[in-house]
């Protein structure tokens, strides 16, 4: 007769799963009786069509198919077996007991990412093209001439040449902590340094479906044992570098771009979340998940209160805070002169 016993962690294992391969987890919508709707993690999901809940049910609407935890987990090639209600255990007659339901092996080929070359790279960071780069002229009005041109070249950022809607903006490498280049990210900035929401940010790769994703600066870890700071700006990352050297400060890119997979590298290290001013909520949430625990993660409030105290406005970041409070500005005025020995 057959050993049958629970599986204790069952609801922690579905938990997890769902956490690690739903692209918005902790973004999805609230629906009927506990169910959920989420991009869905079986077919390149533009619009959400995948309904969950907690206890391992989900159904997609696109077609991909309906089960529980356990069939979603063959569908991906993982192991079914942890998020099965039972488990077989050892028998007391002598013989091995018949399983009713044989996981699925199924052999994952790992893909390899594509990196971007470093002569894809150079092409973005001609001095020359500094001169038109607003978001560059921005910082060395804030950081001055000799802190600027340091902070273009260590956390390499470029000039969009090509002509058309993004000419003259900032191009931002995504470098992970073995000096490969993943990704790079367009962004138009005004004369003030502030982000140009329209056109969108492009993010660029060599194929979107298989390039790796990294925190921007990663690279930047292996440097020193530093306590990690993570930020969503990259322009954020930027400036804080020089307001508070003491961290090393990483980017996601996005509010909702923090999963296992990006802290990896990052195992053992002290970190820190500087979440933006109403993002506090979210950001401790998926600090606190199961998948992050191992994790050394602590979660700010500065700008929470700040914005109580009326020292930043409403969706502002630690930068702004800082911008309105410190004078990094190591040059008393710059001229064209100077202008030219550092762009060109």
């Known amino acids: 007769m057959e050993n049958k016993k629970l599986n204790p962690s069952r609801e922690d294992n579905i938990y997890r799963l769902f956490e690690s391969v739903i692209p918005d987890f902790h973004k999805a919508k609230k629906g009927v009786d506990n169910w959920m709707v989420a991009k869905c993690p079986l077919h390149k999901d533009k619009h959400p069509s995948f309904s969950f809940n907690l206890n391992g049910g989900w159904n997609c609407f696109a077609g991909c ?10 569908k991906l090639g993982l192991d079914p077996k942890p998020y099965y209600k039972y488990v077989i255990g050892n028998s007391n007659h002598g013989f091995t007991p018949t399983v009713v339901r044989e996981p699925k092996t199924v052999k994952v ?39 600027t041109n340091e902070l273009l070249y260590n956390q390499y950022i470029g000039t969009w040449q090509q002509l058309g809607k993004f000419k003259g903006a900032s191009v931002f490498f995504y470098i992970d902590q073995f000096s490969k280049v993943c990704s790079y990210k367009v962004i138009q900035y005004n004369d003030n340094g502030e982000r140009i929401k329209k056109p969108k940010s492009l993010i ?141």
């Open 65 to 74: 198919g309906k089960g529980d935890a356990s069939t979603l987990a063959e």
């Open 109 to 147: 080929i790992p893909i390899e990412p594509e990196y971007i070359s470093l002569e894809d790279v150079n092409n973005f960071l001609d001095p020359k093209q500094y001169q038109y780069n607003k978001y560059a002229l921005f910082l060395k009005d804030t950081l001055g001439a000799e802190t």
């Open 204 to 344: 660029m790769a060599n194929r979107p479906d298989n390039f790796k994703r990294c925190f921007y600066n990663e690279h930047l870890i292996k440097l020193s044992g530093n306590k990690i700071a993570i930020v969503e700006s990259e322009k954020t990352a930027n400036l804080m570098t020089y307001y508070r050297p003491d961290c090393i400060w990483l980017a996601t890119g996005g509010e909702s771009n923090l999963n296992e997979a990006l802290f990896s590298p990052l195992k053992g290290r002290n970190i820190t979340l500087y979440p933006d001013q109403g993002s506090y909520e979210n950001w401790s949430e998926i600090a606190n998940s199961n998948s992050l625990r191992k994790f050394d993660i602590g979660v700010s409030k500065d700008c929470e209160i700040w914005f109580n105290k009326n020292e930043i406005k409403e969706k502002q970041d630690i930068a702004d805070y800082y911008l309105n409070n410190h004078n990094l500005r190591w040059d008393a005025e710059w001229n064209q002169a100077e202008y030219d020995s550092i762009f060109i």
